[in-house]
């Protein structure tokens, strides 16, 4: 198992209690058993946290918690145990942060891309999110599967939806919503805030036709 060009090789780091031999590249943790046993190899963009042993611990160690859940503890045996410790997380931590810094950016680029596809959405974005109503993450977080193009429809509001709520004239100087009980279910599903205010507001303090027009709740 290759890890590309190796940037440090660490001797004596013991994983479930066998002695092996850590190698480290831009992209991957290899451990290699100095015996008989099962090579490790991790993806350093699949780390999502590293902890160290607390001072004063016998063990000096690193433990690495993946994203696919499983957690992985690697002991220093060398002469000079904290001192590789800290090389190896200082590695990691500055590949780490590279990672996301990456995922940061991608994720911020995917959601200009939604948004400059969907008018209505910008839409919607201002009166949710500029207004403070939900945050941002709030926000997308019902609309993760729109980063993916193949997978815009599944879930989340659809543009139907978005029609109906429309702000329409009703002849008068007001604007009226068209909100029904499905499109009610949908802004709540969407936007627990709003579902939370309206938990706590309604019917003790305001009436439901209040909350919709009296809360500034726009959509």
């Known amino acids: 198992m290759s890890v590309g060009d190796v940037q440090f090789t660490f001797p004596q780091v013991n994983h479930q209690k066998q002695p092996g031999t850590v190698e480290l590249s831009m992209t991957h943790l290899k451990w290699s058993p100095d015996m008989i046993g099962e090579v490790v190899l991790i993806e350093i963009q699949k780390v999502k946290r590293q902890k160290i042993s607390p001072e004063g611990k016998s063990k000096v160690q690193i433990q690495l918690e993946l994203t696919d859940g499983r957690s992985l503890t690697f002991h220093f045996a060398d002469d000079d145990p904290k001192a590789t410790r800290n090389k190896v997380?200082?590695?990691?931590?500055?590949?780490?942060?590279?990672?996301?810094?990456?995922?940061?950016?991608?994720?911020l680029e995917e959601r200009k891309r939604v948004l400059q596809n969907n008018p209505n959405l910008v839409k919607l974005y201002k009166q949710l999110v500029t207004t403070g109503q939900v945050t941002a993450e709030e926000f997308w977080s019902s609309r993760a599967h729109m980063l993916d193009s193949s997978h815009e429809q599944d879930i989340g509001i659809t543009a139907d939806f978005l029609s109906e709520v429309k702000p329409q004239s009703d002849g008068t100087n007001s604007i009226r919503y068209n909100l029904t009980p499905e499109i009610v279910k949908v802004i709540f599903r969407t936007y627990p805030a709003v579902k939370k205010r309206y938990l706590e507001v309604c019917p003790t303090e305001l009436s439901e036709k209040d909350f919709w027009t009296q809360e500034k709740v726009k959509l």
Request: charged letters at 35%; a positive charge; proline letters at 0%.
């Open 89 to 107: 997380k200082a590695h990691l931590g500055k590949l780490m942060g590279k990672v996301l810094a990456k995922k940061v950016d991608k994720n």
